[in-house]
């Protein structure tokens, strides 16, 4: 009987052994996985700026160069309708300015 009580006991101290680093270590795999999930989001989000500045900086360059195209129509109109006043007045000087 002496032998049966040291072979149970002995299961018994092993399985609350076990029992209890399990708990431990269940709550270092939840940390780990906290520290893993925050070290995570923290990278992603620092990926997703990196590319965000990149796509600003060319919508800011498309915006310029729309800019710069409208400025460059706005001075090609002026000197059209300069040329059609021009045109206009030459016309107008003409024979069919007599009729």
Request: glycine share 12%; charged share 30%; aromatic share 8%.
């Amino acid at each position: 009987m002496t032998q049966v009580a040291i072979v149970t006991g002995g299961t018994r101290g092993i399985g609350a052994a076990t029992s209890i680093r399990l708990k431990e270590d269940g709550f270092e795999v939840v940390a780990g996985a906290l520290l893993f999930a925050v070290l995570g989001a923290w990278g992603v989000r620092r990926l997703d700026r990196f590319y965000q500045s990149g796509r600003r900086h060319d919508h800011f360059q498309r915006v310029f160069n729309f800019d710069r195209q409208l400025a460059q129509l706005d001075v090609d109109l002026e000197k059209r309708l300069k040329e059609l006043e021009e045109s206009l007045e030459e016309m107008s000087k003409g024979t069919l300015g007599k009729l």
